[in-house]
């Protein structure tokens, strides 16, 4: 078994209000070279979780990091002209939350080990800091 001691968050750098699905993800990475959607979770606008690649094949999404981490991507993080922007409805930002709690029981993950891609990147992704993300799952 894979030993899981982070989940690293993303957004698709989509516009928002532009719905794709993990069949698109998989298409794109796979389109780079990969074996298909480097994620383990994708949330769609409709707030929906689907599953990208088992939690026990390493995935593809954050350089140097992915032997021991689940990827979560959200749709979205660019508004209307492309700027980096938290563009998560409400819907979205609750099942993240409820999802990275539920991984984080499962996996005995700590909240210091929930982390963003831009705390391991220049990339803005997934456009919103950190701090925000624990806010926002120490409160739910
Ligand atoms: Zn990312």
Redesign the pocket.
């Known amino acids: 078994m894979r030993k899981i001691t982070e989940i690293i968050v ?2 698709s750098a989509t516009r928002e209000g532009k719905e794709f699905t993990v069949a698109d993800i998989d298409r794109w990475h796979r389109e780079r070279g990969w074996k298909g959607c480097g994620y383990h979770y994708v949330i769609t606008l409709d707030g929906r979780v689907q599953q990208g690649r088992p939690e026990q094949i390493a995935g593809a ?2 350089s140097g990091r992915n032997a021991e981490s689940l990827g979560i991507c959200y749709i979205g993080g660019c508004d209307l002209v492309g700027k980096s922007k938290d563009t998560r409805t409400e819907a979205q930002r609750k099942s993240m939350v409820t999802l990275i709690r539920q991984l984080m029981q499962t996996h005995g993950i700590s909240i210091e080990n929930v982390r963003c ?1 831009n705390e391991f990147s220049t ?1 803005a ?2 456009s919103f800091s950190v701090q925000k993300l624990h806010k926002e799952i120490l409160e739910a």
């Open positions: 993303h957004c999404h954050c891609h990339k992704c997934p």
